[in-house]
């Protein structure tokens, strides 16, 4: 992993949109009287109007920004939801949700292979609050699907009434704000957000108690006690989160697609310096000091963690699987084959590292899982026929 300082750096005019919105940090340490909790700092450098990093005036997706989804990887992934999604739709009727839709790909291509099974939803709806990357999924639809484009729907907030159908979310929980706690000697302490000069810095306090006790409803009692430092996140915005889906969802199955693990993984004696991570030109690092605005900052998903709030929320878990076996039992090899029967060798080398990409273990078939969440669907779910690990959540 790189080193901050190692980091390309950004234009001057980036800089001065970071510089921006380091205001705007200061301004709520200020506000606040003391260091705030890394979760405003996260909220802030990822999500405030007109200078957060999924807010901003940057398009960060895919090759030319800072990371790549597997949507934009390949075709072949959003045509295997599209066939999830066929099945469910055959069975609910109703509208597909997408939450935060990138540069539109996983939309363009799930609804160009609805359309070839026939099972094309009336409406398609793309939750965005960034008109720059509206403007992206808009100009990636009608370049890929024009014939459809008037089915899509792109909404600032969550439909007020409750729909039938598919809620899609690739990417999402792992930018959601976390906090950060940090365990020795029994003690809990909670990893808050402090100014330094012209930048920040971690502060440390005693956890408060209802942080305390999530903590140690997640970690080894062992772990918490050791004399070792154990680091590690909490991502507070999933219950209420799960609480909103909830609200909107009548006859409907959600998909989550993220990178995380189970808690008794996620929380394993090993990984003592927890999850977050931040993005920035394709490079990895952990400090999320570093020019804030200007780089996508993430916690792995803690799968037990949604499953538990969907429980709360009333919603029924139905289904859970490393992304590679999901992919596979919907079709992805089938759809693979077909693609290669008149393909040239440039063609089938690039469906082959796609498909491995895809669905090895040592690449994102393992690290990203896919949950399914349903309310008023019972019928079967056929990417979860190969393998379903819920009774590792």
């Known amino acids: ?22 205001d705007q940090l200061r301004r709520s340490i200020i506000e606040q009287g003391d260091p705030i909790g890394f979760d405003e700092y996260m909220r802030i450098a990822l999500y405030e109007p007109g200078l957060g990093y999924y807010l901003g005036n940057a398009i960060n997706f895919g090759v030319d920004g800072d990371f790549v989804t597997a949507p934009e990887l390949s075709s072949l992934f959003g045509a295997s939801v599209a066939r999830q999604c066929s099945e469910i739709l055959q069975h609910t009727g109703g509208d597909i949700l997408e939450f935060g839709a990138g540069n539109g790909l996983l939309g363009a291509h799930v609804l160009t292979t609805l359309d070839e099974l026939s099972v094309v939803p009336e409406r398609y709806m793309i939750l ?19 014939h459809l484009l008037s089915r899509v729907e792109w909404l600032h907030d969550l439909p007020k009434c409750k729909m039938n159908g598919v809620i899609l979310a690739n990417e999402i929980i792992d930018a959601l704000p ?24 971690w502060f440390e306090t005693h956890a408060p108690e209802w942080l305390a006790s999530a903590v140690r409803a997640r970690v080894d009692a062992s772990i918490i006690a050791g004399g070792s430092d154990y680091v ?55 400090n999320p000091f570093w020019f804030p605005g200007l780089q996508d900052i993430t916690a792995s998903v803690d799968f037990t963690a ?19 076996n999901f992919l596979l039992a919907s079709g992805l090899l089938d759809d693979a084959q077909r693609r290669t029967e008149k393909a040239n060798d440039r063609t089938l080398a690039r469906i082959a590292f796609e498909t491995k990409i895809l669905t090895l273990p040592s690449e994102m078939g393992s690290r990203f899982k896919v949950l399914a969440l349903t309310k008023g669907y019972n019928a079967s779910l056929s990417g979860f026929q190969l393998r379903d690990d819920r009774h590792r959540l």
């Open 1 to 22: 992993m790189l080193e901050a300082s190692n980091l390309p750096l950004p234009s001057d005019a980036a800089r001065e949109a970071s510089d921006r919105l380091a």
């Open 128 to 146: 965005e609050l960034n008109p720059l990357m509206r403007e992206r999924q808009l100009q990636t639809l009608q370049e890929l699907a024009p």
């Open 178 to 201: 976390v906090k950060i706690f940090r365990t020795a000697d029994g003690d809990i302490h909670e990893r808050r957000v402090a100014q330094l000069d012209d930048g920040f810095t």
């Open 232 to 286: 590690s996140e909490i991502n507070t915005s999933i219950e209420p989160w799960v609480n909103d889906l909830s609200r909107v969802m009548d006859h409907t199955v959600a998909l989550i697609f993220d990178y995380g693990f189970t808690r008794a993984d996620y929380y394993s004696r090993d990984r003592t310096q927890g999850t977050l991570m931040c993005h920035f030109r394709h490079r990895k690092h952990n």
């Open 306 to 324: 949604l499953a538990e709030a969907a429980d709360s929320s009333g919603i029924r878990v139905a289904g859970f699987s490393e992304q590679g």
